[in-house]
């Protein structure tokens, strides 16, 4: 479980995450530190693929509680077997109660849900708490032992402590404004969309066999309509992974208006963002602004 | 040790830029750095960044400040030479404005800022200022009892200038520590932060230029929606939450023998609030209407339950543009056309006697009241009972004050209305983005 910067880089490549030195680094230092990491982002840039790859680099078992609305620690980290236990009381009827009770509260009749099984896991495994800010405030609050000290309360049993800490990835869309609290018991990364050369290799690395001005023209055109102020919903990397096998599947080798009509809806999936693409771009005009893009990039 | 008080001492200039770093954070960095690789710079900014930042809108903040701390001992001089140097003229021009400012003989009562005001303007106003003092200081039958009517007229002359002085300033606001070698660099690092877009935060909405206008639209409909979200979260009734609390049900059916004869269910959430927005949209609020407006569209657009009203010299709804679904543009237009309020004076109370006349059943005991004003309208200690009568029929008042903040005491209308409301300022997006990460909508 051990491993080195430079191991981890390396580790990062082989697995096809292309990222910068800085995000490397920052997922490090959570592992080296044995805390949480916290991953902010728009959708679609890497968070989640974050977690799945350090599952596979270290070979763990992934457990995943995706938040929503509404989920509370019924859903996220244990509940008793409210049937087994009726059932129980019923057959038992005539027991002596003390034994009874004693029975009613034991491990076989808790139902494990991603949390505990994270913490009470014999070997490391990686947790990953995906969109941790579609839950509300006191979810977090109630996030904050297990985050910090990688324990537990469970009433009825006592303090469950961790046996092997596990890797703690959560990941935040910032649609809502975590608290103070979370943050700080976190290491915090923050994942932009990419540039334009590492975008590129990103094309090269998820799709083998694109061809490199295809991978550069799709880049720059990414690049110019993230920039559009007017368009809400970025596309952000999956976007960009769909659009680039559509073309391919559709046999296109250089972008032009005709390809970028046809295909609009694998990136802006909203239709004022597509209003506002034509109001503010443009098909043609933008394959003008790709080739310009590209120039300028040539030349620095 | 050297190392320690290097981190020591570079947080509390994090947290002189307004970032919040704690000693926890702190202790994080610093064994983070034991494990990073000192000769590689990029190693140890991303180590201090993945351990001292917890939010995206600092990352800018913090990349300067490493640029700016960690520098050889000549620059950090130069930083201390500069900053000395603007301290001395400072003391010096505070000591020409007591010199100048004065009545029958005494120095004025004006705030030091005020004074550093009066010593930017042009001389030729200078001139004036003291011209009238000179001549109200000997006038006929004018005593020292004057003085606060001189006082009070020499100040808002002075706030005037300020306000037109500070038409081009980005100001990054800073809070210095008294430390002689931390306060310069801190104040080398605004300097820095001015020019970029970080100042777009904390410039004050009514200053913004024409080009800057769609980023910071842009950036108020991304805080509209955080805001949405985050009222709703807290409010909405989910059904997922409607739950039998079995230990209840247990321990009361144990009187059956254990049969399940009635069920208990755990407490419903509180219920979603009616939130009745307020915006004032007169002549003094007339550059920030546009920017308030779209925070209410981008609210509208995110959240049910919301009446939308502007108000001016009257009351008029607009909750039916809202709802429309048109662009913020178009509904701007609209209203920018239609209604009979805009740009005109501004009177708080007959807007609000006239929102309980005709819109009572907007009126309830769920509703939150969010007014959006500078608080600058007539008879404002009438407009303040009638919110007060207002405020026993709903669930709460909150303010949301275009002035800054630092200007609060200058103006008994805020006086009047902080007393019933919750107010928070709200001039620039540093302010929305604090109100979202406040608990102000907790009522």
Partial sequence: MEMTLQQLRQAFETFGYITDDDVIMTTYLALVLQKPLLIEGAPGVGKTEMAKLLSSIFGTELIRLQCYEGLDESRALYEWNYQRQLLKIQLYKDCSISDLEKSLFDREYLLERPLLKALIAPQKVTLLIDEIDKTDEQFEAFLFELLSDFQISIPELGTVCAQQIPIVILTSNNERELSDGLRRRCIYLYIDYPSIKKEVAILEAKIPGIQRKLAREIAAALSIIRQCHEIDKKPAISETLDWARALIELSVDNLDGQAIQTTLGLLLKRENDLVAFHSQLGADPLCKMIKECLQKEWEA | ?443
């Fill in chain 2, 1 to 443: 040790m050297d190392v320690a008080y290097k981190i020591a001492e570079f947080c509390r200039i994090l947290r002189g830029l307004g970032m919040r770093v704690s000693a926890s954070e702190m202790l994080d960095a610093a064994e983070a750095l034991l494990m990073t690789d000192w000769s590689r710079p990029q190693h140890v900014k991303a180590t201090l960044q993945a351990t001292l930042v917890k939010r995206a809108i600092d990352i800018p903040v913090f990349q300067q400040a490493f640029t700016n701390f960690f520098v050889d001992g000549e620059t950090k001089r130069k930083y201390c030479e500069n900053y000395e140097d603007k301290h001395m003229t400072a003391q010096n021009e505070l000591q020409k404005a007591n010199a100048d400012l004065t009545f029958q003989g005494n120095s004025l009562n004006v705030a030091d800022d005020l004074k550093q005001v009066y010593m930017q303007i042009p001389e030729i106003d200078q001139e004036r200022l003291r011209d009238f003092l000179h001549k109200t200081s000997s006038g006929h039958l004018v005593e020292g009892k004057f003085q606060p009517i001189v006082e009070k007229m020499i100040t808002g002359s002075l706030e005037y200038w300020r306000r037109q002085l500070a038409e081009n300033d980005a100001l990054f606001p800073v809070e210095l520590t008294g430390d002689e070698m931390i306060d310069p660099i801190i104040q080398t690092i605004a300097n820095h932060l001015e020019t970029s877009a970080q100042s777009l935060l904390h410039k004050d909405m009514q200053r913004i230029s024409d080009h800057e206008i769609p980023v910071m639209l842009k950036l108020i409909k991304q805080l509209a929606r955080m805001l949405s979200t985050q009222i709703s979260r807290r409010y909405r009734h989910s059904s997922k939450n409607v739950k039998i609390d079995v230990r209840k049900t247990i321990r009361f059916n144990m009187r059956h023998g254990g049969a399940m004869f009635n069920l208990k269910y755990k407490a419903i959430e509180k219920a979603k609030p009616n939130l009745l927005l307020l915006c004032d949209v007169s002549g003094s609020m007339a550059k920030y209407a546009g920017f308030v407006l779209q925070f209410i569209y981008g609210l509208s657009n995110q959240t049910y339950n919301i009446e939308s009203f502007i108000f001016a010299e009257d009351v008029e709804r607009m909750t039916s543009h809202f709802a429309k679904k048109k662009s913020f543009a178009d509904t701007m237009s609209q209203i920018m056309t239609q209604s009979a309020q805009w740009g005109k004076g501004t009177n708080l109370r007959k807007s609000l006697f006239n929102l309980k006349k005709q819109h009572p059943k907007v009126i309830q005991p769920s509703t939150v009241l969010v007014i959006v004003s500078d608080t600058k309208t007539v008879q404002s200690e009438l407009a303040a009972k009638e919110l007060a009568e207002l405020r026993k029929k709903i669930k709460g008042i909150i303010w949301l004050n275009t002035l800054p903040e630092t200007e609060w005491p200058r103006h008994k209308s805020v006086a009047y209305f902080q007393v019933i409301t919750r107010m928070a300022p709200c001039n620039t997006l540093m302010d929305l983005t604090k109100i979202i990460c406040s608990e102000i909508f907790h009522i």
